[in-house]
């Protein structure tokens, strides 16, 4: 396994590739900004949060703490509108999409947060979180609204590489003449007639969606900076770059270390999305595709470039993925066959080494599609395998190559058909245990295993490594 110092990614706020060094040892705080639930999830969505279960998994795999939170906003302009529209309450609307994206992200394979807080749910912080920004200066009151004095933070447009004197108020940066400048936005709204508020001393009113994401991820992880904050390209202006602004005013040091973004999807090259009416929602795609072959099609260009869509790749992926399928099969087929004996080590060592360039393309910025790669190099290798069935090939050799092909599949999400739906706390609990054996503290690892068995599972130790299984 490589040294976890040579894991490097790109930050958006540096623009180029940095190494990853977590603030706090082998901790890793992570935020990735939620959906608005006033629709159903759509593709774009799926690729988003697909991204970051990888790259959280692929942190946990190489034996960080990681922290993910993810939050809903679930009070916005466009729930308003929507509620209005179909006359039903705001919060009925929010929970009826909360409820359906659940539904669809989980059949992605996608691992739930840690915490999914709700912006109805953190006011008084939110409001708190205001007056503090207000208190420092960056911020100003004119009758009952709170707006955010953009050319009093001096690093503004620092992650978007903008010119603060080229900026034009832009999407959802509300022209008000009462603004001292067009480019401050709300941390905090006046309540319109109807609509639902809440009290501040500023008078009823509601947060300002900038402020909702600043709020929640800083009182997740105590109001100091924090390790990776991610989302979608097109959030990076204005949205992460307000975060930043009324953050640091805030804090008065640095908000995020690392801002990671996934890029768009595309239909004919022209980006998905709700108001060009060119999206497809997880629901309509799932009554085609099976959710794991949508997950691989996700998986199949670098997170950071676009992606275009289309049946013709999703057939591909589907075909990609009934042959690692296929290899698993096929390799649970020749167990039953073939003789005992021990682990070659040639078949360890060429095994070894494919799943090094695996480990390698994902500590190059999560470089998915050379993982990917690399699982279909071990399938290669299972096919041949089966078709020249070497002298001395035994069950374990045979093993050993499944175990770790299924590893593979499983640090990417791809779940396989044989795969049992461990919960995630004996996951954790059995990397603990493999942890413990390796630094000789048996005393621990016998705790740990007793652990994992009053959740139901037993931890089992091969030649090819630890191996969960339910009692």
Known sequence: MPDRKMLKLHNTLSGKKEEFVPIKGNDVNMYVCGVTPYDEVHLGHGRCYVVFDVIRRYLKYRGYNVKYVQNFTDIDDKIIQRSDELRVASNELAEKYINEYFIQIRKLNILDADVYPKVTQKIPGIIEFVKKIIDNGYAYIVDGDVYFSVRKFKGYGKLSKRNIEDLKSGARVEVDERKEDPLDFALWKKAKEGEPSWDSPWGKGRPGWHIECSAMSLNEF????????????????????????????????????????????????????????????????????????????????????????????????KSAWERVQNALEQSEEMIKILPDGELSDGVRIAIDHICAEFAKAMEDDFNMPDALA??????????????????GLTKNDVDYHKSKLAELCGVLGLKTKNEIAIPQNVLELARDRQRARSEKNWQLADELRKEIEKLGFTVEDTKSGPKIKKI
């Open 222 to 317: 105590g109001f100091k900076t924090f390790d990776i904050h991610g989302g979608g390209l097109d959030l990076v202006f204005p949205h992460h770059e307000n975060e930043i602004a009324q953050s640091e005013a805030a804090l008065g040091k640095q908000f995020v270390r690392y801002w990671l973004h996934n890029g768009f999807v595309t239909i004919n090259k022209e980006k998905m999305s709700k108001s060009l009416g060119n999206f497809f929602t997880l629901r309509e795609i799932f009554e085609k595709y099976d959710p794991i072959v949508v997950r691989y099609f996700l998986l199949s260009q670098h997170y950071r470039s676009p992606l275009d869509f289309s049946d013709d790749k999703l057939e591909q992926a």
């Open 374 to 391: 690399s699982i279909h190099r071990l399938v290669n290798a299972a096919f041949i395998l089966r078709r020249d069935l070497p002298v």
